[in-house]
């Protein structure tokens, strides 16, 4: 039988073992980690909904309604009322024709690729992309090519090459990393001239970019011509979790008939969907969260670009610190947590090797104290 220890006892050596805190009491701009009270700068709690009263409320009514399991798959019986308003709520929202629910961003991005593609097929996908694109590739068992990161001309060339091919190109709308924005009219109007589906994954721009947080395609002034699948999730800016894929008619009842993480899996609890659906109406009304981020965002890039640090080009609530070393980077995450101040250090494979960082991440309610916290002590560790 194999043994894992030697593989084990190298991720320690190379400062990439991975450990989890453990984190008391709900998600919010301060947190109780491992018993100590800390700011949190590392969630992807974006608009501060993940403890939201309203929200809080809806989801103990929809259990008051419906309980707390969904019983079964939505094509057995699971398919709720509240599953089926919040679909509809998430279609006019985004602009599509139609919306599915999945239980997670994982498993959509999974369920999609592996219905729309097969043996035969092309996918072809920015470097960058989320480990989930990159599982989906795989799965459909089609052939798979990636492309230089935010590259449309890279892109061109394998759309070019693949032109005879069924094939989709897929490509996260906020990276998750890097926090930067991917070119997507270029590469709309690149899929369409060579006939590929178009897939986005908005994860980290669902809720935060486009005035009334429509996210990538708001903020391109795109609409649903221009891509055809656009995959959101919940668990980010939404605050809640689970996901949905937005489509026309005939891809969207594609997938209920094909996608196999959509029909082979119990439905997610129906009053999660009822908290989502109270969650998407703060998302379209409190517009404050989205104008509070972006001037948290310019405030710190203004700090911080004087001290020194390498600051990526981000526009987005996703800030990185690029340092490099990975046990340079755990260190410093440990000395911030030292002074009360949570932010992740992320490493290989996440990241690419020698680009280990500190993920700096905002939430709409996060204080301007708070932020100059979080300044002092990236100060302190400079010098
Ligand atoms: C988080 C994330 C996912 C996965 O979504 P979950 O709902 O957490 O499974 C997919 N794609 C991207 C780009 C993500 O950041």
Redesign the pocket.
Known sequence: MKSFKAQLEQKKAAGLYRQRRITQGPQSTQLMVDGKKVINFCS?NYLGLANHPAINEAFKKGIDRYGSGSGAAHLINGHSAAHHALEEELAEFTGYARCLLFS????A?LGVVQAMLGRGDVVLQDRLN?A??LDAALLSGARFSRYAHASVEAARILLLKNAQQHSMLLT?GVF?MDGDIAPLPELAHACQQYDSYLML?D??GMGVLGENGRGCMEHFDLDASAVPVLMG?L??AFGT???FVAADEEIIEYLIQHARTYIYTTAMPAALAEATRASLKLVQTESWRRDKLKQLIKTFRQAVSEMGYELMDSETPIQPLVIGDSHQAMKISQQLLDQGIHVGAIRPPTVEEGSARLRITFNAEHSFEQLQQLVNALQEIRT
């Open positions: 992807n997670t961003g994982y498993m991005n989320h989930s694109l996260d998750s994954d994860a980290h999730t668990g980010k979790a689970g996901a």
